[in-house]
């Protein structure tokens, strides 16, 4: 059956599952009393381990929806493994993050506590429900994991040898990224990290520098904001390493 996207639903549960589900509150909500649909609407759920699935709405009120399991219409896919570990910002500027992030593919989002980070108050449930909206309506069949706030120190202590950084440095004295990131297919997984507004102090800057697999790499000759630097690396990632 061809994929037509439709309004589509990321779930924890299995699917097909017993072929009959019913939503959750919120889900409930969105689908009833913002999308307003009816009984015979057909929408698509995904868990981000059992594809894509068509469902036909068989229940429809204010207070339940209840769906059918019908076919699957895209198996699960391998996405691309790069994690964006970022220094938090403010409020509108981090949700807008997570979900710039989600669309433009990231694995993992890592809060990351720095020497110079302003906030470390990071409501999680929140950004994860910004990354489930923005995978829900860029046809991703998963969704990007949200971590609790973690700090530099203990993040570095505890990294996995196997994974490559991505150092976005600005101190403007790194390679263009384009050039720097070594080619190789399929990549090992990667993480791309941005320090906050103040950058990252001397000694998280030498810490970086001196892992292993770590690429400092420049975004160009202007100072970016955080956001919008996370946004062009995730970019400069995909388009040299990734699946663009
Ligand atoms: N400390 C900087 C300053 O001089 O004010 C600003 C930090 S910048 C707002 C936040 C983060 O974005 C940086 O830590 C870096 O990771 C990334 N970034 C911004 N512009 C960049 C550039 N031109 N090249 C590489 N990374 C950049």
Known sequence: MAYTAKTRLFIEDSLPGSGLIDLDKGQTHYLANVMRVT????????????????CLVTHASRKSVSLLVEEKVRDQKTEPDVWLVFAPIKKARIDFMAQKATELGASKLIPLLTARTNTDRVKVDRLALNAIEAAEQCERLNVPEVTEPIKFKT?????????????????????????????????PPWAIFIGPEGGFDDRERETLAAQEGCVSVSLGPRILRADTAAMAA???????LGDW
């Open 234 to 240: 995730l970019s400069l990632w995909q388009a040299t």
């Open 155 to 187: 993040l570095m202590e505890e990294w996995p040898s196997e994974r490559r950084i991505m150092f976005c440095d600005e101190m403007r004295n790194a390679e263009s990224a384009i050039h720097a990131l070594p080619k190789g297919s399929p990549p």
């Open 39 to 54: 009984e015979g609407t057909r929408i698509n759920l995904f868990n981000g381990r059992d594809g894509e699935w068509q």
